[in-house]
T-cell receptor, first 114, second 115 residues
């Protein structure tokens, strides 16, 4: 299916465990993003990637790791989950040019750290 | 660094009425893009409307229009003839037009359309 998909949709994990959220897009978009959504904070950028093997920190990167070995995949890893990382996580992608400015979002992953 | 501020956490409007959501931003860039995204209860983020800063004409998309005031760094969204399906969280977003194309979002406004 064409589009951008996240997995899993829901995840419960324990404090201290490593967890990876997956993101896959079929458009070959250059840019990919990870945001977290929390009440009162809106969407905050965790990490983004301008192309394969190019990643950069966003506003709230601490405790997260990303990689982008292939253009279509952009996994987000919580190395040692904490309760403060309980959130809804969104992956997004875009063409990354001035003619195509729309960002397309996945359905989100609700992560609960207990 | 760019910032986006939405000062109205929640709003409500009667069906068929008009409502305006506010957004202000801060940037030193001369050209950039502004967006309004809608997030209904399904959680899916949907682009409502976009505006390029160098275009003076305000963008419109059917019942949705913006009031873009570049000097005031203001970008409000007007929804006319509100419908129950407009009930959602609305996010204002900023993107530079050069360099890295990352999106900076505001904290959102939760809009409820009342029957």
């Amino acid at each position: 299916d064409a589009g951008i998909t996240q997995s899993p949709r829901y995840k419960i994990t324990e404090t201290g465990r490593q967890v990876t959220l997956m993101c896959h897009q079929t458009w070959s978009h250059s840019y990919m993003f990870w945001y977290r959504q929390d009440l009162g904070h809106g969407l905050r950028l965790i990490y983004y990637s301008a192309a394969a093997d190019i990643t950069d920190k966003g506003e709230v990167p601490d405790g997260y790791v990303v990689s982008r070995s292939k253009t279509e995949n952009f996994p987000l890893t919580l190395e040692s989950a904490t309760r403060s990382q309980t959130s809804v996580y969104f992956c997004a992608s875009s063409e990354g040019d001035r003619l195509n400015t729309e960002a397309f979002f996945g359905q989100g992953t609700r992560l609960t750290v207990v | 660094a760019q910032t986006v501020t939405q000062s109205q956490p929640e709003m409500s409007v009667q069906e068929a009425e008009t409502v305006t959501l506010s957004c202000t931003y801060d940037t030193s860039e001369s050209n950039y893009y502004l967006f309004w995204y809608k997030q209904p209860p399904s959680r899916q983020m949907i682009l409502v409307i976009r505006q390029e800063a160098y275009k003076q004409q305000n963008a419109t998309e059917n019942r949705f229009s913006v009031n873009f005031q570049k000097a005031a760094k203001s970008f409000s969204l007007k929804i006319s003839d509100s419908q129950l399906g407009d009930t959602a969280m609305y996010f204002c977003a900023f993107m530079r037009s050069s360099g890295t194309y990352k999106y900076i979002f505001g904290t959102g406004t939760r809009l409820k359309v009342l029957a």
